[in-house]
Structures are given as structure tokens and as C-alpha cells.
């Protein structure tokens, strides 16, 4: 399954998700409604991407359909002198121009021969 950051996630990419999940499990609508408590008509909303399901519920319909949810959180993004940028990039920034990267100006490639010779 594609696995996207949560900001990402909207009403249609919801939809899509819980339909796949509910289809693969082999569900009709009135069975996962039967088997979690939520109205059919809820989850159809939910699939058609007309209605946007709470966390809980979203958990509750995945789970049933055999979907572990994971929600992994990250450090956001923040706002200083002007710029957004992140700490964490900062500091690899910051570790990168200690190291300045040195290279030729043209590239050289080995020659088939001497590529063959290390395979034997």
C-alpha cells in the first residue's frame, strides 16, 4: 500500500484507502458496519470522500479490515529569520560545509575490459 504523510491525506485519498482496505477484506458495507458500530451510510460517505472520519473511527473501520494504522510524528517544519527551514536539515547543512565536496570536472567512467577482468 502507498504510504503518504498524513498532511497529504484528504477527503478522496481517505476514501480510497478505506474502500481498498474494506474490498480486500472481502467486506460489504452492511458487514463492516455490522462488525464496528458505524452506520453504513457513514462509511459509504467516508468512501465516496463526502464526509471525513475522525482518527478513532479511521483506526476502528482499518483494523477491522485487517489495516495496521501507524502514525509516525515528526518535527515540523519552523519559521526563523524569514526562512523555513528545519533544525535537522540546519544541522546537516552545517555538517556538509565542513566537508566541501572535491571532484574532477569531467567524469571518468572504467573501460569494459577493466570491468570484466574484476568479474573473473
Known amino acids: 500500500m502507498n504510504i503518504k504523510p498524513l498532511a497529504q491525506f484528504d477527503d478522496r485519498t481517505v476514501g480510497t484507502l478505506l474502500r ?30 463526502q464526509r471525513s472520519p475522525s482518527l478513532s473511527i479511521l ?12 502514525l509516525h510524528f515528526a518535527r515540523r517544519i519552523r519559521h526563523r529569520d ?23 570536472r569531467e567524469l571518468k567512467l572504467p573501460k569494459l575490459a577493466d570491468i570484466i577482468g574484476v568479474l573473473k
Open 20 to 49: 481498498g482496505s474494506r474490498k480486500f477484506a472481502g467486506f460489504s458495507l452492511r458487514q463492516l458496519a455490522e462488525r464496528t458500530g458505524v452506520p453504513r451510510s457513514a462509511i459509504s460517505a467516508y468512501e465516496k470522500g
Open 82 to 104: 524569514g526562512l523555513d527551514r528545519g533544525e535537522e536539515l540546519e544541522q546537516v547543512l552545517a555538517l556538509a560545509e565542513q566537508f566541501p565536496a572535491t571532484h574532477d
Open 59 to 70: 483506526s476502528k473501520l482499518l483494523v477491522e479490515c485487517g489495516v495496521d494504522l501507524e
